[in-house]
């Protein structure tokens, strides 16, 4: 805050005209002990201003208030010589303009108004958020809603059914049909109600114990029972219903046939668009979808799939993925 | 929470709210906004609109029709009227800020009377947080004064400053970022328009206007007398005939006129240097006392302290912005180390 000058500036007396207070003191015909009593100051304080002698003087402030009171009382300008003393320390004072209130708005007072476009700017943002991701992704939603999506399961002899989701339904409700038919002949074990009860969820069945317990069972009597009692909860086989156990070895090398090795995303879609599976498979379950191509596929994480074989041929999917999601349509075009 | 984030776009203010003007430093600015404290209300039935704040308002004192009301919100250096005070604040805030997108929420500082009342310091800060600041601190006058005028108040060195306002005179002996002594008198620019008008009533049989009588003072009003004596003519009602009257006034008489309120501010400078302890009395006696505040303007009245107390007397510079400028650099201190400066409840 003190300002004090430096013995260099006390040299360059000139740039504060001390000599032009003497002169004026001189010409009313006052003395320096005169105007020291007049100003309530000593009379050092005041040869030390005519002397621009500032080091003998207390902080700027006060020297500034005593050479505007010397001013004054010799009848010169005070503020000019204020200036080159401010100039003679090196201390330039910036005022900034100051404002005027000109403008009253409108009684509405301003808070409300500005709340009010805040939260109409809040909503457009978050509509055309929504717009936005509706549009990327809206499509996989509307087929995750659509009351009827298709999914294909695998049965225990290697056919691959495809069904709506409500008539996911009916293979459960045949369960105690399927038992009693079972009781009624009273010649199926319990291995074939295992196989034939598990046929219709027949999610995780692998495909090769799947066919052992088929061949096993060949043997049996009953199998012809069991036969048409799976064929009734299965209203619509995309694939030929008399089918022979050892088909279906083969059928595994037949149309898509993926395995998995954590939890994945799969939709399928045939040429003309129809969705034949839109659904979540869990790790070390597998998809066989007996279905000739070409078939549109999305695999929602590529790192998840542990084995992709399109009519026995493997398809490497490296190709086709990007950032772990894979778009891509079988046969792969050579 | 809205207030932090609108607090993101706001600047830090110290508030000068004075009787008479207010003022707003902006910080790593400097004085941005010197306004009457004026406002203006339109009444419509008995729905209440502002209709003007700051010199619009002023402009209106005293000629305003029958729905309109001029208000001067604070009174003697405290909030008279507490929602018309809010709603002055509320313009000036919005007005120092160059956004109007979102509602200002600055950190706010503002300066009040040394000697007012917890009653009165709630009110002033209950007020600015209405206004929209988000946080509050109270600094008193004379400390703000002495800052703003550049004394060195973090020595161990005794400076005494004299603030007269248009409602309070605060006089105060400060030393180590301290007031040691500190008086408040309710004297000040509207008790020197108050004398003017009674002066006139009494001697010309006249009755002048406060804003007339403002007038006079700022433009032959003196303190002390000089050899050199200014005129003016003014026009005022004449109560014996009831019809407006020319004429003319000299400073000599404005001077009679104001002795009563000059008085009772150099009593107070005598009676604070009474008490003052005799090593912080020396430094004043050999540095001298500083005047602030709009008062300093009137003339020669560094002249009447210094000849009635015997010590040299300085009008600081700028002596009107003072208040808030000391107030400025406080708030600039606020995050290091000024709470001692400031002032609770």
């Known amino acids: 805050m003190t300002q004090e000058p430096t013995s260099e500036l006390d040299s360059q007396i000139s740039g504060f005209p001390g000599k ?12 320096s002990a005169q105007v020291a009593s007049e100003l309530r100051l000593s009379v050092q304080q005041v040869d030390a201003i005519e002397a621009a002698d500032f080091s003998k003087l207390p902080n700027v402030v006060f020297t500034r208030g005593y050479i505007r009171a010397y001013a004054r009382l010799v009848k010169l300008d005070g503020d000019e010589l204020v200036r080159q003393y401010d100039q003679h320390v090196g201390g330039e004072r910036q005022t900034a303009p100051i404002r005027t209130v000109t403008r009253i708005r409108p009684s509405g007072s301003s808070g409300p108004v500005t709340f009010g476009s805040l939260l109409l700017l809040v909503l457009v943002v978050v509509g055309a958020t929504f ?29 691959t059914l495809v069904f709506n989701s409500a008539e996911m339904e009916q293979p459960q409700v045949s369960e105690p049909l399927l038992a009693e038919s079972v009781q009624a002949t009273g010649v199926a074990s319990a291995a074939q109600v295992a196989v034939t009860g598990e046929a219709p969820v027949g999610l995780t069945e692998g495909a090769a114990t799947a066919v052992d317990e088929a061949q096993a069972t060949e043997a049996e009597p009953a199998v012809t029972q069991a036969a048409t009692a799976e064929q009734t909860p299965q209203p619509e086989q995309t694939t030929q219903p008399e089918q022979g156990p050892s088909e279906s070895v083969i059928a595994t090398s037949e149309g898509l046939y993926l395995r998995f090795s954590d939890d994945c995303w799969v939709t399928i879609k045939d040429a003309s668009g129809k969705t034949l599976f839109n659904n979540l498979r869990k790790a070390g379950q597998e998809l066989h ?13 590529v790192s ?28 792969v075009a050579q | 929470m809205f207030k932090k984030i609108r607090g993101l776009f706001s600047s830090d203010l110290s508030i000068d709210l004075g009787t008479a003007n207010t003022l707003i430093y902006v910080r790593d600015k400097d004085i941005v906004l010197n306004e009457p404290s004026v406002v203006a209300i339109r009444h419509n039935g008995n729905h209440k609109a502002v209709a003007a704040v700051g010199a619009d308002a002023k402009r209106m004192l005293g000629k305003t029709p029958g729905n309109i009301t001029a208000i001067r919100p604070m009174k003697d250096g405290v909030i008279a009227d507490f929602h018309v005070t809010e709603k002055m604040l509320q313009y ?40 929209g600041a988000r946080e509050v601190y109270l600094i008193e006058e004379p400390m703000a004064a002495a800052i703003g005028a550049g004394l060195p108040v973090d020595e161990a060195r005794g400076s005494m400053v004299v603030d007269i306002g248009g409602g309070t005179t605060e006089i105060a002996v400060i030393s180590l970022n301290g007031i040691v002594y500190a008086e408040s008198v309710r004297v000040g620019g509207d008790r020197f328009d108050e004398a003017i008008v ?13 804003a007339t009588a ?36 000299n400073s000599n008489e404005i001077l009679e006129a104001l002795q009563e309120p000059l008085s009772s501010i150099v009593q107070a400078v005598k009676s604070a240097l009474e008490q003052c302890p005799p090593e912080l009395a020396a430094d004043i006696a050999e540095f001298g006392i500083v005047i602030t505040g709009g008062g300093a303007l009137l003339r020669n009245i560094d002249r009447l302290i210094s000849e009635e107390s015997g010590l040299p007397v300085i009008v600081a510079e700028d002596p009107l912005t003072c208040v808030a400028r000391g107030g400025g650099k406080a708030l600039e201190m606020l995050d290091k180390h000024a709470f001692e400066l400031l002032s609770y409840e």
């Open chain 1, 131 to 159: 717009w936005w991701w509706q549009t990327q992704y809206g499509h996989d939603v509307s087929a995750e809603v659509s009351p009827e999506p298709m999914v294909a399961v695998d049965t225990a002899d290697g056919e």
């Open chain 1, 304 to 331: 998840a799939i542990s084995e992709f074989t399109f009519d026995g041929a493997t398809v490497d999917l490296a190709p086709f993925s990007n950032k772990n999601v894979a778009r891509l349509r079988v046969p």
């Open chain 1, 289 to 301: 979808l007996k279905q000739n191509g070409p078939l549109n596929v999305l695999l929602g994480r």
């Open chain 1, 20 to 31: 032009s207070l003497v002169r004026a003191r001189e010409q009313l015909g006052m003395s």
């Open chain 2, 92 to 131: 000036f805030i919005s007005k120092v800020h160059d956004s109007n997108f979102l509602t200002p929420s600055p950190r706010v500082l503002v300066c009040v009377p040394c000697k007012s009342t917890q009653v009165e310091r709630r009110a002033i800060k209950e007020s600015a947080l209405g206004a």
């Open chain 2, 198 to 210: 009674t002066y006139v009533r009494r001697n010309y049989g006249s009755l002048i206007g406060d």
């Open chain 2, 214 to 249: 403002e007038r006079i003072k700022q433009e032959i009003g003196t303190a002390y007398p000089s050899s050199e004596v200014l005129e003016i003519d003014v026009r005022g009602r004449n109560l014996a005939e009831g019809i407006p009257r020319r004429f003319t006034l």
